[in-house]
């Protein structure tokens, strides 16, 4: 028995020494390829190119059509830079690359030019930089003069995001982000303070303000200006609730409101009975009874200009409901969708 035991212990201890360095040399992926295969992204590359009084800035949206098991990666990217640059054009390009599974580090360079309308002159700059969480960022030819972030975004949303930012429609505060993640009360504040600057082609001034939770936010200034022009309105006196996801509604009036202020400097959040906007001619949504009374206005005008429509069965989902539609995120507009309906607003404008 005890010679037994001692070769059954003797069998193990070969086992282990077999099996435990390999466990412990062997590090899992920190990252699937399944996170990046038929992924978009979008982003901004900033820098110089030989000084600081030639500066480079370019809008890219690209496409992980591809990624193995060895995080080797493939796909294709549009390139399109700001009007009044010298190549103020665009070009679409074939890339290949690679993203360390376990580090997250990343590299792409473009490999074939697929379409350009003659006077770009874009070259296959190289990309490096390290993914994480729901963004890369890095720089381009090695350079630290020359940096890019890249958010995610939905494939449907790449272009028309790409024309927000070469617009100026989208704040400095959600580049990098997720942005088909839920947009919240505070970053949709920037968005349609942007849409309003961009209008009025003029600046708001800053403006103090009531609300006592907005220190710290990193929209807080827009918070401010925006609440100075009645775009927006706390959820009490002396609060503004900013991490608070906005509905769809919510949304809407906030984008009619600044339409209002674009169209008469007069306009006041408390004068706004006094200035009705066009939604004869517009078919009730079904859940017209869900729709808030202070939102319905907003509502059938944006969809009267074919900014905003329903989400299927003649709904329109203004907002959650029950607790099982709070739950799922029911009605929650996010931050791709936002800049979608400024920039399809923005574009509206002569029928305003």
């Known amino acids: 028995m005890k010679k037994r035991a001692l070769s059954l212990l003797l069998s193990l201890s070969l086992i282990f020494s077999l099996v435990i360095p390999a466990m412990v040399t062997t590090a899992a992926a920190a990252y699937s390829p399944g996170i990046f295969q038929g992924s978009s992204w979008y982003g901004r590359y900033t820098g110089w190119k030989d000084s600081e009084a030639n500066p480079i800035e ?67 700059a190289e990309f490096t930089g390290t993914y994480g969480s729901s963004n890369i960022v890095g720089i381009c030819d090695g350079s630290p003069k020359r ?31 997720d942005l088909s993640q839920p947009i919240t009360r505070a970053e949709f504040c920037a968005v349609a303070l942007q849409l309003y600057e961009n209008l009025t082609e003029s600046e708001v001034p800053y403006a103090p303000s009531p609300f006592t939770d907005i220190a710290g936010d ?31 509604e919510q949304l809407v009036t906030m984008l009619t409101r600044t339409v209002k202020k674009y169209l008469y ?36 005008y944006l969809s009267k200009l074919g900014v905003v429509g329903g989400i299927g069965n003649n709904t329109f ?21 936002a800049l979608l309906i400024a920039v399809r607003l923005h574009n509206s404008s002569d029928k305003f």
């Not at 989902?317 to 969708?337: D, F, L, M």
């Open 58 to 124: 370019r809008y890219m949206n690209m496409t992980i059509s591809s990624c193995d098991a060895q995080g080797n990666i493939s796909g294709t990217a549009y390139v399109t830079t700001v009007p009044g640059q010298d190549d103020s054009a665009w070009i679409k390009y074939e890339f290949k690359g690679k993203i360390d599974l376990s580090t997250g580090d990343f590299t792409m360079m473009g490999t074939k030019k697929l379409s350009s309308d003659g006077s770009s002159n874009w070259n296959f």
């Open 147 to 177: 940096n890019f972030s890249f958010g995610l975004v939905s494939g449907w949303a790449k272009d028309e995001v790409t024309q927000a930012d070469s617009l100026g429609l989208i704040p400095d505060t959600l580049y990098g982000k």
């Open 218 to 248: 990193p929209d807080a200034d827009s918070i401010a200006r925006a609440a100075s022009l009645d775009i927006t309105v706390g959820t009490s006196p002396t609060t503004f609730s900013p991490s608070w996801n906005i509905s769809r």
């Open 265 to 300: 400097p007069d306009w006041t959040y408390y004068t706004d009975a006094s200035y009705p906007v066009d939604v004869s001619g517009v078919k009730a949504y079904a859940d017209d009874k869900d729709i808030s009374d202070y939102a319905r206005e907003s509502v059938y």
């Open 317 to 337: 989902a203004p907002k959650a409901i029950t607790s099982a539609q709070q739950a799922a995120g029911y009605a929650t507009a996010t931050r791709e969708q």
